[in-house]
């Protein structure tokens, strides 16, 4: 009798489940306010976008929602977790991530409510426009250097007197989207102070360093080379160069004639120019030029240099009396050297304050 009874519940409750699995075919439990939604266009750095999907349970019987899928798992679902009387509100949230989805996009959405055989279809179209062109591209940033860009990475300081102090800055952005941190400098010269207004980067983030020379504690005259190594952890170019162009000039206090007439000066023979002529690859010539003190206190030679490795230029004194002279040895080697019309110099720098820098010039022909 019992198990009759049984039997009984058994077939009721599959005629239940039947009928209800029947009534859901051709019952909208769910009534949502709308079906798609269209974002129009989105920006990609957004990073996401996101609608809200409202529905109304229109039938007799409690709701609630199962399980939300997506076809792309570029979109994550959200909904209403509690569960929906008859009559009550609930929501599903389509949240579509930008992120690298440069473009039109059509993504659908099913829900899943406790009613058999039962779903909606959800949909979200779009397009994605992607992002502005990143600041290092620009002109501020035109040096590229591994994953960072840089406003320039010479510097040049012209001209810069022994008795001056002067500053320059180079913008550095990131232009990767993972961090990069500065680890520390190398082989920065004694006369040169480098400043980074910050150390660590993140994705896009930019930076300022501070180039200060001092050209008291340059010990050397004309155009001063040099360069140091900024170490970061940049895994593309860990080691980024800097290079430095100053001109040293010595600096000389203003004075009047009469104090002018109380300095050295340079006078250089054979009006400061030497023609070779013409001459055969491989030929080697040798000159002599001679300075003259022609002022009425010492001329110190700072500095004698050609412009070219092909040039030995020597003189014999560094420093000239009044009245006195010296000697500069020049040898010219044309090994190497193009056929062709050749203009070369050698420069002197003294302490001459009404001209500081005096020129040799070589011509020849080859």
């Known amino acids: 009798m019992i198990e009759t009874q049984n039997m009984k519940n058994i077939f009721a409750i599959a005629a239940l489940l039947l009928c209800l699995s029947a009534k859901s075919q051709n019952t909208d439990y769910l009534i949502f306010d709308k079906l798609e939604h269209d974002f129009g266009n989105i920006h990609e750095e957004d990073n996401t976008a996101k609608i809200r999907f409202w529905f109304t349970n229109k039938s007799e019987i409690p709701i ?8 792309c798992g570029c979109t994550t679902p959200e909904w209403t977790k509690d569960t929906i009387q008859p009559g009550g509100r609930g929501y599903v949230d389509a949240i579509y991530d930008t992120k690298n989805r440069v ?48 406003s320039k990475t010479t510097i040049t300081f012209n001209p810069l007197f022994n008795n001056q102090k002067a500053s320059a800055t180079i913008k550095v952005i990131n232009v990767n989207e993972f961090p990069l941190k500065i680890k520390d400098i190398a082989d920065k010269p004694d006369y040169a102070e480098v400043v980074f207004s910050k150390k660590e980067l993140g994705p896009h983030d930019s930076l300022t360093i501070t180039i200060s020379v001092d050209g008291s504690k340059i010990k050397d005259y004309g155009e001063v ?6 170490n970061t952890n940049d895994m593309l170019y860990p080691e980024k160069f800097i290079f430095l162009i100053i001109n040293v000039k010595e600096f000389f206090p203003k004075m009047s004639a009469k104090q002018l007439k109380e300095t050295p000066t340079a006078t250089i023979s054979d009006n400061s120019s030497l023609n070779l002529g013409k001459l055969t690859e491989g030929a080697i010539v040798r000159k002599t030029i001679t300075v003259t003190n022609t002022g009425k206190s010492d001329l110190i030679i700072h500095k004698l240099f050609p412009n070219c490795s092909c040039i030995e230029a020597s003189i014999n004194t560094m420093v000239i009396k009044p009245g006195e002279q010296a000697n500069i040895n020049i040898k010219y080697d044309t090994i190497m050297q193009s056929p062709g019309m050749h203009r070369k110099w050698i420069k002197l720098i003294t302490n001459d304050p009404k001209q500081t820098e005096s020129s040799i010039s070589i011509n020849l022909e080859l």
């Open 64 to 71: 609630w929602i199962v399980k939300v899928e997506t076809s």
């Open 225 to 230: 080379f040099s360069s140091f190594m900024i």
């Open 103 to 150: 473009g039109p996009f059509s993504k659908n959405v099913m829900v899943y409510p406790n009613v058999p055989n039962y779903y909606r279809f959800l949909k979200i179209t779009g397009t994605v426009i992607g992002k502005p062109e990143p600041e290092y591209q620009q002109s501020e940033y035109a040096m590229g250097y591994g994953n960072m860009a840089f």
